[in-house]
């Protein structure tokens, strides 16, 4: 079985993808070990005769930071911390999105600056590699002082409280140490809080929606090249020549790409073919391209986020200091989820145009794909679905990043509410493949009125696979079900070469 060491090397998108579609069962790397160690031993040798308070390691939180608390009570003050902030609410959080919670907590508190123990760690490993996934909720987190909520509902299975997923079915955490020869923590002083402050909340979000996304970006111009063939579209507008002198990498990227997937169809070479053709088509080199480039600024802050240390107070036993700031604040994360949501909402909006354009009854295609109009509605209506699902993306488009209420008596006195802009652009992501989906059952149904000529060998092959799950249209029937099996298709299929 494959495994991946912690601490081992920098932990990149591509690495954390493969580290979660391949099973990948994590250790801890030497260096991480040596790093727990260190920054432990040195906050339990600190505070020996110094009264001084130390923010959560031995006073209260947010604006309880002047409350000293007696060492005798550290133990259950990090416990009441766990229990208190658990307050998360709403849907709950998708499996592959808590697994990677935990490989993203587990990344930061290997660094050695978070005061946790080797024990700690050890035991989100185990979690981890045994798949015992903590239930967490999707409401709850300001994403500013950490998601405190979310991360407090990840983290009370280790002191035996809580609920867990195991087996795909749901149980007290006390159920599960029943079953095991393991005992719940009782966590050391700033434990507690280090395992509820930081971003993992987000940055798990951001790279589920990043992986998909990039995906979702590729299908884009799959679809959209196949889609501009059946509507007997131009080639010119994806000539290199143009872009040249405009040079931005996704516009850049996406020209080279639609004219690699449309070469060899029979299609484009039909003489009879419009002067320009509308923006939809002839614009999407600049548009995917843009969305493109929101992508990979996106991917630099969440590569960032993944491999760092974001919770407070940070703790440095070489310099023999502990400073209390503010790495939880999690308002980069916001700002590219704001983007990440326009970026994505874009690829949807000029999907859904392709599709109303296919069904126009233009360029010697049928009104709504279908034999027999008017007896028959044929693809009239899915284009109205994708209408809609593009204007609740354009609706989820308000930024979340611009919006702040003071927590905490004013100690928290600016959020960032990237959590709620993580949730609403997972929204965008699924609501994305629908768009696309629909856009795909459209173009294959067009493409039978252009028999017997051919779009490219590439988007043949890909027509092929569609076939054997979803049947030409001659009349009308049940197309949700359609729909659906094109959502499917979409999702399971991997090669797009």
């Known amino acids: 079985m494959n495994k991946y060491l912690i601490g081992s090397e920098y932990l990149h998108l591509h690495l954390a993808e493969k580290i979660v579609s391949e099973n990948f069962q994590l250790g801890l790397s030497t260096k991480a070990i040596k790093a727990i160690k260190n920054c432990r031993n040195f906050l339990d040798k600190k505070p020996v005769g110094n009264p001084k308070p130390v923010y959560g390691i031995n006073t209260g939180f947010g604006y309880l930071q002047d409350v000293i608390v007696p060492d005798d009570k550290l133990i259950l003050l990090q416990h009441n911390l766990l229990l208190s902030h658990a307050c998360g609410t709403g849907e709950m959080v998708k499996k592959e999105i808590i697994k990677l919670m935990i490989l993203f907590k587990i990344q930061s508190l290997s660094y050695g600056h978070s005061g946790v123990s080797l024990q700690l760690v050890e035991r989100l490993v185990y979690m981890y590699n045994n798949n015992i996934l903590p239930v967490v ?31 795909n079915k749901i149980t007290f955490s006390g159920n599960w140490y029943s079953q095991t020869d393991l005992k719940p923590l009782k ?6 809080l280090a395992l509820i402050n930081g971003t993992q909340f987000m940055t798990a979000y951001g790279i589920h929606i990043l992986i998909r996304s990039k995906k979702l970006s590729k299908w884009a111009d799959m679809i959209g090249a196949l889609s501009a063939d059946v509507f007997n579209c131009r080639l010119d ?29 029979e299609l484009m070479h039909d003489v009879n073919k419009q002067v320009q053709d509308p923006y939809s088509f002839r614009c999407m080199p600049q548009v995917h391209g843009a ?25 440095f036993p070489d310099e023999d200091e502990i400073i209390s700031a503010g790495n939880f604040h999690g308002q980069p994360l916001a700002i590219a989820f704001d983007l990440l949501c326009i970026a994505l909402a874009e690829l949807g909006s000029i999907s859904e145009r392709r599709t109303f354009q296919l ?15 008017g007896l028959n509605s044929g693809l009239m209506i899915p284009q109205y679905t994708a209408a809609s699902i593009a204007s609740e993306n354009k609706q989820l ?22 959590a709620n802009g993580a949730t609403k652009c997972l929204r965008v992501v699924d609501n994305l493949e629908k768009i696309l989906a629909i856009e795909l059952l459209t173009a294959c149904q067009g493409l039978e ?15 092929a696979a569609f076939r054997q799950q979803v049947t030409f249209q001659e009349n009308d029937h049940f197309l949700s079900k359609d729909i659906q099996l094109a959502i499917e298709f979409i999702k399971i299929q991997d090669d797009l070469n």
């Open 137 to 167: 909720y999707t409401q709850g987190s300001l994403g500013a002082s950490g998601d405190l909520a979310p991360l407090a509902h990840l983290s009370l299975p280790i002191i035996g409280e809580g609920e867990v997923w195991i087996n």
């Open 187 to 192: 966590l050391k002083s700033k434990e507690g």
């Open 237 to 265: 507008s994806f000539i290199p020549l143009s872009h040249r002198l405009r040079p931005h990498p996704g516009q850049i990227e996406t020209a080279d790409k639609l004219c690699k997937i449309l070469y060899g169809s």
């Open 291 to 315: 969305s493109k480039d929101a992508l990979a600024y996106a991917l630099k802050v969440f590569d960032i986020e993944v491999n760092s240390v974001t919770d407070n107070p940070n703790i």
């Open 359 to 373: 069904i126009s009854g233009q360029r010697g295609l049928p009104n709504f794909l279908v034999k027999n109009a």
């Open 397 to 418: 488009c308000t930024p979340s990043s611009i919006d702040s209420i003071v927590s905490s008596n004013g100690q928290e006195d600016h959020v960032s509410m990237g």
């Open 449 to 463: 009125f252009r028999r017997p000529l051919k779009t490219s060998p590439q988007l043949e092959r890909l027509v």
